[in-house]
């Protein structure tokens, strides 16, 4: 099981929809999680981090399941301005030994909001 | 200045060339960060510096050679480059490595290299 995997996309969609995405990640003790957004030919930029009881940020809602180690963003009433890249990051043990974590992030899935 | 800042933004260069990337963060940050992004590949991280201290990370080339002055300053020194080596780099603070809790990365704008 890859680290952390997210839906391949790409999602296309009209103004106005709703759209879901979904990201699962392989380490059970993982405590902090986040969506990042990169725009084209831009660098990541933190969207919002998820919390256990799930949240909300305007028309962005986060949550997250640790039983089935799933964490999902949904974007209501989408806007042009929503296309980007959508990047689950999850806090992994660190290979190199000890107790370190580092941030590993899935490949990202491009959303396109149409006119 | 703000932020993270990376120069150059564009970068082409030969195999047999000898070039730096620079980045320098004024957030008053305790870890930098220099990752790879390729098409279609997620974000690899391929060197940490905590404290001015390095991190190791085995599985990157020694074509590629980090280096952090102090803890505002991180360079990336590129010798002998392989052309699957063309890809965004992207440089990051955060407050701290490595903690088990929340580490919100902040990226510069990256350096898009392209070795020929």
């Known amino acids: 099981r890859k680290e952390v995997e997210q839906d391949p996309g790409p999602f296309n969609v009209p103004e106005g929809a709703t759209v879901a995405f979904n990201c699962t990640y392989s380490n059970s003790a993982s405590q902090s999680f986040f969506w990042y957004r990169q725009d084209c030919r831009k660098e990541p930029k933190l969207l919002m981090s998820v919390y256990s009881s799930g949240n909300e940020d305007g028309r962005f809602t986060a949550q997250l399941n640790r039983a089935s180690q799933y964490i999902s963003l949904l974007i209501r009433d989408s806007k042009l301005s929503d296309s980007a890249t959508y990047l689950c990051v999850v806090n992994i043990l660190y290979e190199g030994g000890g107790s370190n974590y580092k941030l590993t992030f899935g490949k990202g899935t491009l959303l396109t909001v149409n006119p | 200045e703000t932020g993270v800042t990376q120069t150059p933004r564009h970068l082409v260069m030969g195999m047999t060339n000898k070039k730096s990337l620079k980045c320098e963060q004024h957030?008053?940050?305790?870890?930098m960060y220099w990752y790879k992004q390729s098409a279609k590949k997620p974000l690899e991280l391929m060197f940490v510096?905590?404290?001015?201290?390095?991190?190791e990370n085995n599985s990157v080339p020694s074509r590629f050679s980090p280096e952090c002055p102090n803890s505002s300053h991180l360079f990336l020194h590129l010798h002998t480059l392989q052309p699957e080596d063309s890809a965004l780099y992207l440089c990051?603070?955060?407050?701290?490595?490595?903690?088990?809790?929340?580490?919100?990365?902040?990226f510069g704008a990256g350096s898009r290299l392209t070795v020929l």
């Open positions: 990051a603070s955060s407050q701290s490595w490595g903690t088990h809790g929340a580490n919100v990365l902040t």
């Open positions: 957030l008053g940050h305790n870890a």
């Open positions: 510096y905590s404290l001015e201290e390095r991190v």
